[in-house]
């Protein structure tokens, strides 16, 4: 049997395709309400082709709880979030996971550990816990850390076709987790130690991070002399050594807005570079809000108030809206402006802000401007409803001619 703690956007699908593969699968989580929801057969958020595996994981008897299973694999992928002042890893729930397992487990057990950490994590905060408790490591309880890799959005297949990588102490316990995920891993799966697993994973992100600061950097020199950023990016990618990725209003998620923290964090002496492009990223909500201004001056619209934001969630087509760009815009023109406006998100049902619209017709009906946050299918599909609105494309996915960009 596995046991996978944490039914959030890692520990859910890691589950079901475990379940998938026959093994007996538990998956606990500390919410309640979690825990009824998904017992009572509803997926908590949205993602291509998970509720189908899902709903068979239920037919094959998966159980969710709130109770730690006694057992000899564990999965742990709680969050991992960093703590805004100092920018370090805030191990809280790490640690209280690795106890409550340590409560119940099997002597000999293999714990690995998905969430991301910062490197050294596993050393600094969850070693010492098992030592405190009296546990062997290696031989009471062995550790290992597998880091995901999966796109939202694209989970499901990325699952299945990305490679992973397993660190570990041990080179058997290694290879027996490699063995493990190759049950729904059919790429490459490469066992490295603890702490280089550790790295990649925040080394990727911050790859990607600064990857696009530079798309980012590139749209506001461009924009300071009205050059087509998108036309110049087009061309340059036809080199064949050069690969630049697009612009957009902001970088949001739990992930490639976090990890690099990490790294500045703990090494602040040596990451100008990736704090320069944390910086470019963040500083881009600013430059929406410039972009907004200007076209407001040049189009002689005063009223704030009859601006639309489009999409809430951090990128196209998910319902997660952590670290979201529109969420940090939107804070900005209250603070700046103190008017409301309005926003609107396709795959956000719930009302979280108070200006929010849950009717895109409503939505778009009484708004000059329209600022298109989000790349949502939804929004490709509708272009002719907005026509005739004035548009300012922070993701240039529309096809509309007459339209601002950032
Ligand atoms: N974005 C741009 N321009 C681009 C690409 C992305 O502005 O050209 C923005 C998006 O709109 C979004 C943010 O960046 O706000 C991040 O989106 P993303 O799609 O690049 O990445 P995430 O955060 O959804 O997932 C990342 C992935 N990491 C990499 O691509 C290196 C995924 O593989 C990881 O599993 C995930 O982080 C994670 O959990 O760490």
């Not at 490699?178 to 603890?194: A, G, N, P, R």
């Not at 612009?247 to 990736?274: A, E, K, M, Q, R």
């Not at 009859?306 to 998910?318: N, S, W």
């Amino acid at each position: 049997m596995i046991n996978v703690i944490g039914m959030g956007y890692i520990g859910l699908p890691t589950a079901l395709m475990f379940a998938k593969a026959g093994f007996k699968v538990v998956g606990t989580d500390l919410s309640d309400d979690l825990v009824n929801t998904l017992s009572g057969g509803k997926i908590t958020f949205e993602e291509k082709g998970l509720q189908e595996l899902f709903d068979k994981a239920i037919e094959n008897g998966i159980l969710f709880t709130t109770d730690y299973q006694k057992t000899s694999t564990y999965i742990i992928a709680v969050p991992t979030p960093y703590i805004k002042q100092s920018k370090k890893l805030d191990p809280k729930f790490v640690i209280s996971a690795i106890n409550k397992v340590m409560d119940v487990c099997e002597k000999g057990s293999i714990v690995v550990i998905e969430s991301t950490v910062s490197p050294g994590s596993i050393d600094r905060y969850v070693k010492p816990e098992i030592i405190k408790r009296g546990f062997e490591l290696g031989k009471d309880l062995h550790l290992v850390h597998a880091p995901e890799r999966i796109i939202p959005g694209n989970m499901i297949y990325e699952l299945e076709h990305n490679s992973r990588t397993i660190g570990a102490d041990n080179f058997n316990v290694g290879e027996k987790i490699k063995k493990l995920y190759s049950h729904f891993c059919k790429s490459d799966i490469v066992v490295t130690d603890i702490r280089s697993a550790e790295m990649s994973k925040v080394v990727e992100n911050t790859f990607r991070d600064i990857n696009i600061a530079f798309a980012n950097e590139l749209a506001m020199i461009c924009r300071a002399d009205n050059m087509d950023v998108y036309e110049i990016i087009r061309i340059a990618n036809m080199h064949p050594r050069v690969n630049i990725l697009q612009p957009g209003p902001g970088v949001g998620g739990h992930c490639i807005s976090v990890d690099p923290w990490f790294l500045v964090g703990d090494y602040p002496d040596l990451t100008n570079l990736i704090l320069t492009a944390r910086k470019i990223n963040d500083s881009m909500p600013d430059h929406v809000l410039k972009r907004i201004r200007t076209i407001m001056q040049e189009k002689n619209i005063r009223d704030i108030t009859k601006i639309g934001l489009y999409g809430i969630t951090y990128k196209e087509d998910v319902d997660d809206v952590r670290e979201s760009p529109t969420l940090q815009l939107l804070e900005k023109m209250n603070n700046h402006l103190s008017f409301g406006i309005k926003v609107y998100d396709p795959h956000v049902n719930k009302k979280i802000v108070d200006n929010q619209i849950l009717d895109f017709d409503e939505f778009i009906s009484n708004i000059d401007l329209l600022v298109v946050m989000v790349g949502h299918t939804h929004i490709k599909e509708n272009q002719k409803k907005i026509s005739k609105l004035l548009i300012l494309d922070t993701k240039n996915v529309l096809s509309v001619s007459d339209k601002y960009t950032l």
